[in-house]
């Protein structure tokens, strides 16, 4: 139900721009978002948006990327994700998740994950 594109190699301080496709459901009344995962370290969460649009984001990217949904019909919805002023440690997968009603925790409903790497 969820289809994430725009991974890729990109160079310090570039951007990046993340979509994820929800199919079937427009996830109202849920948040959207998107958590990465570095090798060796756990899955974190990198930024959650409520369907009103309250946003929070893990302090490492905080004034670099930027949250966003919306909602083009009642069945499908995306959220997006603009990294901006990439950093090595930015390296991971990442992977749209839905579902939550917290904006600090994951919901049931994960993508399946695309591949950011910065690296010069």
């Known amino acids: 139900q969820l289809q994430a594109s725009g991974g890729g190699l990109v160079q310090p301080g570039g951007s990046l721009r993340l979509s994820c496709v929800a199919s079937?459901?427009?996830?109202?009344?849920?948040?959207m978002g998107w958590f990465r995962q570095a090798p060796g370290k756990q899955r974190e969460l990198v930024a959650l948006?409520?369907?009103?649009?309250?946003?929070?984001?893990?302090d490492s990217v905080k004034g670099r990327f930027t949250i966003s949904r919306d909602a083009r019909d009642n069945t499908k919805a995306s959220v997006y994700l603009q990294m901006n002023n990439l950093k090595p440690e930015d390296t991971g997968v990442y992977y749209c998740?839905?579902?939550?009603?917290?904006?600090?925790?994951?919901?049931?409903?994960w993508g399946q994950g695309t591949q950011v790497t910065v690296s010069s």
């Open positions: 948006v409520s369907s009103g649009g309250t946003t929070n984001y893990a």
């Open positions: 079937g459901t427009t996830f109202s009344a849920r948040n």
């Open positions: 998740n839905a579902g939550s009603q917290r904006l600090w925790s994951a919901g049931s409903y």
